[in-house]
């Protein structure tokens, strides 16, 4: 059975930092290709941050500059650092993972970022 468990959210004020993980089980994260979305109350689920098997990268606009995601192929875990956080990054966070026709999703964490 596949998991995506997220950790890592919670409450903090503008200008703060979090780092969100994702642990996925049942599944070789190397071969997929990992994404970090949100989803703020009222909003469609946006994709945040991705990363290839290969190691490439892309950000929304909105977060370049101030996330960075990464992973570790040994702890088959996934990572998200969030810096300079502002209330309008206040969503819950879900873990992506994807391949083919594989499509995972983890239950998401909620982040709260005061002014």
């Known amino acids: 059975q596949v998991q995506l468990v997220e950790s890592g959210g919670g409450s903090v004020q503008s200008g703060g930092s979090l780092r969100l993980s994702c642990a996925a089980s049942?599944?070789?994260?190397?071969?997929?290709?990992m994404g970090w979305y949100r989803q703020a109350p009222g909003k469609q689920r946006e994709l945040v941050a991705a990363?290839?098997?290969?190691?490439?990268?892309n950000y929304v606009d909105s977060v370049k500059g101030r996330f960075t995601i990464s992973r570790d192929n040994a702890k088959n875990t996934v990572y998200l650092q969030m810096n300079t956080l502002k209330p309008e990054d206040t969503a819950v966070y879900y873990c992506n993972a994807r391949t083919g026709g594989e499509n995972y999703w983890g239950a998401g964490t909620l982040v709260t970022v005061s002014s």
């Open positions: 990363i290839t098997g290969f190691g490439s990268t």
């Open positions: 049942g599944i070789m994260l190397r071969v997929y290709t």
